[in-house]
């Protein structure tokens, strides 16, 4: 068991910021990353869907021997988490959601917190929900965000465009909050034009808080590989697997060796 | 046969500009409208994936009566017309790419003719293949426009941010054509900023332009509706039924009697 790989899924790319934070904090470990990419953006979809895919993929990973599920979509783990955590008691199944809002409640002195992602995560109010399950006294200030994902897709994550919506997005957020989860897994790519105009205000990312709670479940459950730098990534995507391999690299920040292509879903 | 309604698809709200400018010169006709709102967006996804959710979106409208049917969306237009033609034989199928290159070339005098859309439909070059059968001296400059569909679905189709998007995406068509095609159903909601920085270039806005070939298409079939004033407006989704009642007023002009919610696909 302990050898076998870890299994990651997200709507598309942007999971592969999750990857890229496990392979540096965990690299005995092999990773499976299934990317929905006929069916993102999951953002504006319904509950019921984003279950059904979710579902579909787990039971995919979990034939392909994963050891433990992480879900690397802040709008899945919203969604359906606790469904994938009902329905497949065996292995550990983590989203982001948890780690990354303990992570924030460290951060923050003044208890004020913001969360940016995307419509159907802001509108579940799991952020707010988790954060106050760390601690009832945290003000949870959300926003949703939704050109933001576009803007990373098509690559404009700096210039004059890219600043006039992070200021038309986050200029509420100024003098409120002094920390600001990043709540979706391609926001990571915009910190540094988020940080430029929230200038004082701490960045969560979730990507790293998640690896390293992802760490820690493995140590405590005796998961962890034994395999020294084993670290072997093979993706799978629901459509255009050469797509995904090129803008892949961006996520990732280094080469992808080329998906194969699920397409019986 | 002739009073049966018209089936109208599209992968989510921009179709219903055509239905609009369908009610405007039509107003015998009743509409079904098929909105794939579950998979949406067609301009990213691959060819073999849109020509499978046309066939049954085709299917399922024949099913319903459907007595012709209109691809009121660029990219199933310029990936699965002919697929969706050669299946149906029984019904007329018209898609929004044939009507808008020949409303183009009666408005262009220099025969340099722009073309904007998505991903999907520039790389398709199902544009400059319609043109060019039209005539061949055409001289075609496309340009794909991705942020444009995430920016009207946002409804921020003012303001400074899409005006600079305009400008980074049109730039190089200046001083080049003469007439500009806005190749996705979207792009009639943002047809003001556009013009206001083309200036001089004629758009042509497909809508209106498939309307009218439609109502040409009914009078050579003999398949005109003899029902005065029906005019009546059927929805179905395959997600999200109350955003698209609520959204669909935008694009429509008109309330929306709520949608109904397809989830068998």
Chains 1, 2 share one sequence.
Do not use: W
């Amino acid at each position: 068991m302990k050898n076998k790989p870890i299994g990651v899924f997200d709507s598309g790319l942007g999971g592969l910021t999750v990857v890229k934070a496990l392979k540096e904090i965990l690299p005995n470990e092999s990773i499976l990353y299934f990317g929905d990419t006929a069916r993102l953006p999951y953002g504006v979809k319904s509950r019921d869907l984003i279950i059904q895919y979710s579902m579909q993929i787990a039971n995919f990973l979990i034939k392909n021997d994963a050891k433990m599920i992480i879900v690397a979509c802040n709008t899945a783990t919203a969604m359906a988490l606790e469904v994938l955590k009902n329905n497949f008691k065996d292995i550990p199944i983590i989203g982001v959601i948890e780690p990354g809002s303990i992570q924030a409640s460290l951060d923050s002195k003044s208890k004020k917190i913001g969360v940016i992602g995307t419509v159907a995560t802001i509108n579940s109010k799991a952020y707010d929900i988790a954060l106050n399950l760390v601690d009832k006294e945290i003000q949870v200030f959300s926003k949703e965000c939704p050109l933001f994902v576009p803007f990373v897709e098509e690559g404009m994550v700096e210039g004059e465009a890219i600043n006039l919506i992070v200021e038309h997005y986050l200029s509420s957020f100024k003098n409120n909050i002094d920390t600001m989860i990043l709540g979706c897994t391609h926001y990571p790519l915009l910190k540094p034009v988020i940080k430029d105009f929230v200038k004082d205000i701490n960045l969560v990312d979730s990507a790293s808080a998640i690896a390293t709670h992802a760490k820690s479940i493995l140590i405590k459950k005796s998961l962890m590989s034994e395999v020294v730098n084993s670290n072997e990534l093979e993706c799978f995507v629901t459509d255009l697997p050469r797509k995904f391999e090129k803008l892949g690299e961006i996520f990732l920040g280094e080469t992808i060796k080329q998906p194969q292509l699920i397409d019986d879903f």
